[in-house]
């Protein structure tokens, strides 16, 4: 907590709302919200695993060994708050006229999950013992 949090979150804000495309776009436009997206180096195999459980318990449950060969062990979490969707067909035309609202209310919504997750997260790994971890 303190000074890392304040510029994540100030680099992650959430939106105030969000305005419908120009109508004369003559191609579909794409909203994408990506997640969390974390690898982490590991000593040995019973580190990355002790990193596994604490991710899933936070509730990352896309987390594994992204490479084993070798030093370090990688393991990599991706939280599953991600949304992508067309904001307009393909003519341009945009495809939630009137509900701004609803969009901007949908994507905060995401974010402000995957901050809770992220607090969870750094709450499990700083009550981690010593003992716990093999060096």
């Keep these: 907590r303190?000074?890392?949090e304040e510029v994540y979150r100030s680099s992650h804000p959430t939106i105030p709302s969000i305005s419908p495309p120009d109508s004369t776009v003559d191609s579909t436009v794409w909203?994408?919200?990506e997640p969390l997206i974390l690898h982490v180096a590991c000593c040995n195999a019973t580190s990355a695993d002790l990193l596994i459980r604490i991710?899933?318990?936070a509730g990352l449950k896309n987390a594994g060994v992204q490479r084993m060969g070798g030093k370090p062990i990688v393991v990599?979490?991706?939280g599953d708050e991600?949304?992508?969707m067309p904001l307009t067909d393909s003519t341009g035309v945009p495809a939630w006229v009137g509900?701004?609202?609803w969009l901007s209310d949908?994507?905060?919504s995401r974010q402000r999950r995957n901050w809770s997750k992220i607090e969870r997260l750094e709450a499990a790994l700083l009550g981690v013992k010593d003992e716990e971890v093999e060096r």
């Design 76 to 78: 990599q979490v991706i």
């Design 2 to 4: 303190g000074v890392e």
């Design 106 to 108: 949908l994507v905060n």
């Design 55 to 57: 991710f899933r318990d």
């Design 31 to 33: 909203l994408r919200y």
């Design 99 to 101: 509900r701004s609202g």
């Design 82 to 84: 991600g949304l992508e």
